[in-house]
């Protein structure tokens, strides 16, 4: 079994002279790494390797699943409600709250937890996630953290991992061993790490626009193109929002369709409309 996890793994808080993290509020708040801690983490590469196993009937199962500050990302967003069935509004409405980031100036939401003493996640069972096959990326990667930087004035990534302890976890006392590589196929995080990524342009144009805060409604706009991608769905074809506007590789039909290229539009529109970038897009709801 891979991991059914904490909320780990993920682009961490920026160490000095770096930018373009995802910041420390996206991130659960046992796995910020601060600065000050980097030093204590060895840069994984993906042929390194670690050991670990997460697995029904282990001493700790389930113990990593309540209690937390989990941050959704748009792409976690769009798994989960299309697992549930439910619109993206009905989505966020019953399972999320969100709130404007302090650090990154940006509409962040995160998963609420039960109201019950235990704090549980929503979505855990007795027999472990019940969201499995679309768990969040984080909950996949763990007990890895995937970080990605870039410096100034510099437009190449560079991406490395660690290997996140928490000393709950009996998973680490497992034998079973892994590369990066082998760890991060066997969860399926491709595809999540790809669609963080174009998060990541978007606070990096905000990062260098020097604009510390959105106003209402540039925020309104940026969590209807990045969360509630239905109700943004039909904003671009009540304005018909392509027009005049190359959109690259996604017909029309896509953006009906297919939530991946409707996403994909929505962050190049976001770009636009609120950092001017990509030219034409974006430009004209109010
Ligand atoms: S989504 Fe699943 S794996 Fe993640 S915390 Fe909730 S129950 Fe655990
Ligand atoms: S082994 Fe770690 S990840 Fe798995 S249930 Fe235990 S605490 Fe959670």
């Known amino acids: 079994m891979g991991g059914r996890f904490r909320h780990t793994g993920r682009e ?8 373009d993290f995802i910041p420390a509020e996206m991130v659960s708040e046992n796995q910020v790494i601060k600065q000050s801690q980097m030093k204590n983490f060895r840069k994984l590469t993906l042929d390194d390797t670690f050991q670990f196993s997460c697995r029904p ?4 199962f389930n113990c990593c699943c309540s209690d937390l500050n989990q941050y959704l990302t748009p792409y976690d967003i769009l798994r989960l409600k299309k697992r549930l069935e439910l619109s993206s509004g009905e989505f966020l409405g019953r399972y999320t709250s969100h709130h404007i980031g302090p650090e990154s100036g940006l509409p962040i939401v995160t998963l609420k937890m ?16 019940t ?6 990326g984080s909950c996949r990667i763990y007990p890895l953290a995937r970080i990605v930087q870039r410096r ?22 497992e034998p079973k061993e ?28 905000k990062n260098r626009s020097n604009r510390r805060r959105l106003d209402h409604r540039e925020n309104e706009l940026f969590y ?12 671009v074809f009540e304005k018909r929002l392509w027009e005049g506007r190359p959109v690259e590789g996604e017909t029309i039909r896509d953006l009906e369709e297919d939530n991946v290229a409707l996403m994909r539009f929505g962050i190049e529109w976001i770009k636009g409309r609120l950092f001017g970038h990509g030219s034409q897009r974006g430009g004209d709801v109010p």
């Open 114 to 129: 039960s109201e019950h003493e235990n704090l549980n996640c929503p979505f855990v069972g007795q027999a472990g996630c």
């Open 57 to 60: 009937g282990i001493g700790c």
């Open 12 to 19: 961490l808080q920026s160490p000095a002279g770096l930018v």
């Open 224 to 235: 209807l193109a990045c969360y509630d991608l239905d109700r943004f769905r039909e904003l």
């Open 178 to 205: 892994w590369t990066v590589r082998e760890w991060k196929q066997d969860q399926e995080v491709a595809l999540y790490d790809k669609m963080n990524d174009l998060l990541m342009d978007i606070i990096s144009l």
């Open 131 to 136: 969201v499995y096959p679309d768990r969040p």
């Open 152 to 173: 100034p004035n510099q437009n190449a990534c560079e991406e490395f991992h660690v290997v996140i302890k928490e000393p709950h976890c009996l998973g680490f006392k």
